[in-house]
């Protein structure tokens, strides 16, 4: 099991906890550990993908930001856009939905994650923890479809900052 | 707040047609993130009938396919858009 899944199988039996009445911190650490399953799932593939050197590739992972990664995700997705921003020459011509929901999925996990470690004042109920954790698990299954493609790889560099700004 | 969402982007992002089989309501406003950046904060309501008692990548494909779909009605605007779920009549 990778880093990854275990962080994913964490955030369920952490919003499985305490089934009549969930503790708030149960539910925001869920949260946040299936946002990270999501994370490193993609930096640690990133990693690979920019050097094969094993011993480097922990390295290389921490060189991935939130906001980068966040940025990058938002330029796939407006991909759709009748004018597609920087990097639209350098993916495939079609962006496949795996990879647009992968994306989706990342951005809006980030910002649930942000309330979830942050804003006591919002409350959290278990569907919507669940709904959260579903969701990831999605995203590993359509990442492993996809992540040998060109716009993946195109992603994970734009992802690290390794693609010039034009 | 700079950006201001118009009446006609509001509601066509918040149109329940073909998602009616598991969505009771869609709430979009602008809000900054925690990043300070403005976004589009679209929160999907799902149906009580809709089961998501424990996660499963199942039910993951629906709900990424829902907001794939709800979020692609906001690709034009200037703002990028973040969607969260919930589930009416949730008492946990």
């Given at each position: 099991m990778s880093f990854a899944s275990?962080?994913?199988d964490q955030a369920s039996t952490l919003a499985g906890l305490d089934p009549m009445k969930p503790k708030q911190a149960s539910l925001r650490r869920a949260i946040s550990a299936a946002y990270y399953s999501v994370f490193h799932l993609l930096i640690d593939d990133g990693a690979r993908r920019i050097t094969a050197n094993t011993m480097l590739q922990p390295y290389v992972a921490r060189s991935f930001q939130h906001t980068s990664v966040k940025d990058a995700a938002n330029k796939v997705v407006e991909q759709s856009k009748s004018t597609p921003p920087w990097p639209a020459p350098l993916f495939t011509a079609t962006i496949e939905p795996e990879l647009i929901r992968v994306c989706t999925t990342f951005v809006d996990l980030q910002s649930l994650r942000h309330s979830a470690d942050y804003n006591t004042a919002v409350l959290f109920k278990r569907a919507q923890v669940v709904a959260a954790i579903s969701r990831a698990q999605a995203a590993h299954q359509d990442w492993a479809l996809l992540r040998s493609s060109n716009n993946a790889t195109v992603f994970l560099l734009h992802s690290a900052k390794l693609l010039p700004a034009r | 707040m700079i950006y201001k969402l118009d009446?006609?982007?509001k509601r066509m992002i918040e149109d329940l047609a073909d998602l009616q089989e598991h969505v009771s309501a869609i709430h979009?406003?602008?809000?900054a993130g925690e990043d300070g950046q403005e976004e589009i904060q679209i929160s999907i309501s799902l149906l009580p009938s809709f089961s998501i008692s424990a996660p499963s990548a199942e039910t993951g494909q629906i709900l990424n396919n829902i907001a794939s779909?709800?979020?692609n009605r906001a690709t034009e605007l200037p703002v990028s858009a973040v969607i969260s779920f919930s589930?009416?009549?949730?008492?946990e």
């Open positions: 275990d962080l994913l | 009446e006609e982007s979009a406003s602008v809000q779909a709800v979020r589930k009416e009549g949730d008492d």
